[in-house]
């Protein structure tokens, strides 16, 4: 088994799933806001951290702000493989010129982007299916207001600007949108839509885009495949099917209102995930099935 020490900062839903489902040593570094209280004096928001498998012997919590050059110095301290989860623009490069100070230690590192810093273009129908040499098109996203397609575009180009520079060994995972049980009572804002489908939102409109969806099983899969094999290289699609949210509401047995946003279809090529030995992503069926049994479980439905 995988032996590292490991760096997750931010993004709780697949920290959560690592934590539980992993065999590892993990330090998660936390971004602070002034808009809200610090995660780690927060004991509603991560006190069930504690109580994952294994956590008493492989979870340190460790303070750091994404904005704040140098602040993750400590967090990847002794660290072998990093892995990034949604960064910001700024907090991209710092987090890497840390692992660079570090680059004794840290053999590998591996920052999540998505599947919206490649498929956020006029020709993605044409260009389908898409693959890591396709990305986002930085004024197709001003141009539509997609403004998280259009952080995630610039992160990730910025990552690897530098890793070029930094000689750091670099390989991105790209997940589309993420779907999978709560591991915390408190849902993520990807897993709020997800609920107030389920329950039904007041204005009774949904999003009128059609995206890729993935399990988060898959996701935490592919990082690992990511960070273990030595051939992984690049960026590695971490997609199943393709939907627009509007079968995806109609499977939960909900209506799709008429906003208007983008729509194109595409497919994405996973070929690269696939020949590292994720053959078989989960079905949306399967994504929602355990997402709406969790959500039974923790009596929000």
């Given amino acids: 088994m995988l032996k590292l020490h490991l760096c997750l900062p931010n993004s709780f839903f697949l920290c959560n799933s690592n934590i539980e489902r992993l065999s590892m040593i993990w330090i998660v570094g936390v971004r602070k806001t002034d808009q809200q209280m610090l995660f780690l004096c927060n004991l509603e928001k991560v006190g069930y951290l504690w109580g994952l498998c294994g956590a008493k012997e492989r979870l340190k919590l460790v303070k750091a702000d994404l904005m704040e050059e140098g602040s993750f110095d400590e967090a990847v301290d002794g660290v072998e493989g990093e892995s990034l989860l949604d960064p910001c623009i700024k907090g991209t490069v710092n987090v890497l010129k840390s692992c660079s100070r570090s680059k004794c230690s840290i ?14 273009r006029a020709d993605a129908q044409q260009e389908s299916p898409l693959s890591e040499s396709h990305w986002s098109d930085v004024e197709y996203c001003k141009r539509h207001n997609l403004w998280y397609a259009y952080a995630k575009t610039v992160a990730e180009q910025e990552a690897w600007r530098v890793a070029g520079e930094e000689g750091i060994d670099l390989v991105v995972v790209n997940p589309s949108f993420v779907v999978g049980p709560l591991i915390s009572s408190h849902p993520t804002i990807t897993l709020l839509l997800v609920l107030a489908i389920l329950k039904g939102a007041n204005n009774e409109e949904y999003p009128n885009t059609t995206v890729g969806f993935v399990h988060a099983d898959d996701v935490v899969a ?22 627009h949210w509007s079968e995806v509401v109609s499977m939960l047995k909900a209506r799709c209102g008429e906003q208007v946003g983008d729509s194109n279809p595409h497919r994405m090529d996973t070929k690269k995930a696939q020949e590292l030995g994720l053959t078989a992503f989960k079905i949306v069926d399967q994504m929602f099935d355990d997402c709406i049994k969790s959500f039974q479980i923790d009596g929000l439905i």
């Fill in 107 to 120: 053999k590998r590192v591996v920052p999540t982007s998505s599947c919206s810093a490649i498929r956020y």
């Fill in 222 to 243: 592919c990082h690992l495949k990511a960070m273990e094999e030595k051939r992984a290289s690049g960026r590695l699609i971490c997609s199943s099917s393709v939907f």
